[in-house]
């Protein structure tokens, strides 16, 4: 279609003002569709899975933009094939740190000293009260992983969810925890700030 329909513009507004469960809406009307778009390109499963998640954490992040797309099937092509593209272009180089590493809480090592272990402590209650900020749905998913160490399937299977909402949610959780240690940390780049919650 060369243009939105009034339904599909009215999502678009609502996404584009922060509304989660239009996003939510939005989500499940398009992944049938993006899944297409990444297997047309890939053929293969698993990596459709991990691109059309990127393609979704993508749209939410700019979601401010939304209401302004006339045609979002073209929109979603386009971000879709970029993804692809990305994907295999750093398939063999990239070396990301998997979400399973970033615990909820700083490991417990021994300080060298006060001022170190004063700053871990600050680190901890800052991951903390920026979690207990998430939207409800974020934070729900980001604990079951983090404390009770569900993976994305069971957690998935508890919230009625598919499993591809979880792993986006999870990202959601992931890129404003960082984005919040960033103004804290500005100077920590973004693996760098990863590193620093690794054990």
């Known amino acids: ?22 996003f939510d809406s939005f989500y499940h009307l398009y992944y049938n ?6 297997y047309f390109l890939l053929k293969d499963t698993n ?10 954490f993508s749209v ?9 797309i006339q045609n979002i099937e073209t929109y979603l092509y386009v971000s879709t094939r970029n993804e692809a ?15 399973d590493q970033f615990p909820m809480q700083m490991e417990k090592t021994d300080m060298e000293n006060p001022e170190e ?3 871990g402590q600050e680190v901890e209650e800052l ?4 979690v207990e900020q998430l939207p409800e749905k974020c934070r729900l998913i980001f604990l079951m992983n983090r404390i009770e160490g569900l993976k994305n399937k069971e957690i998935a299977e508890r919230l009625s969810l598919s499993e591809s ?15 919040q240690m960033k103004i804290h940390y500005p100077h920590l780049s973004m693996v760098g700030l990863l590193t620093l919650f690794l054990p």
């Open 1 to 22: 279609m060369s243009t939105l329909n009034l339904e599909t513009q009215d999502l678009l507004h609502l996404v584009s003002g922060d509304n989660q469960r239009a």
């Open 33 to 38: 569709q993006v899944f297409r778009f990444a």
């Open 47 to 56: 990596t459709c899975q991990e691109v059309v998640s990127n393609v979704f």
């Open 60 to 68: 939410w992040k700019s979601r401010k933009s939304l209401a302004e």
């Open 85 to 99: 593209s990305r994907y295999r272009r750093e398939e063999t180089a990239r070396e990301t740190v998997s979400l």
């Open 117 to 119: 272990e004063m700053i």
């Open 127 to 130: 991951i903390n009260r920026i």
């Open 165 to 179: 909402t979880v792993r986006v949610q999870m990202k959601i959780a992931i890129e404003k925890i960082v984005e």
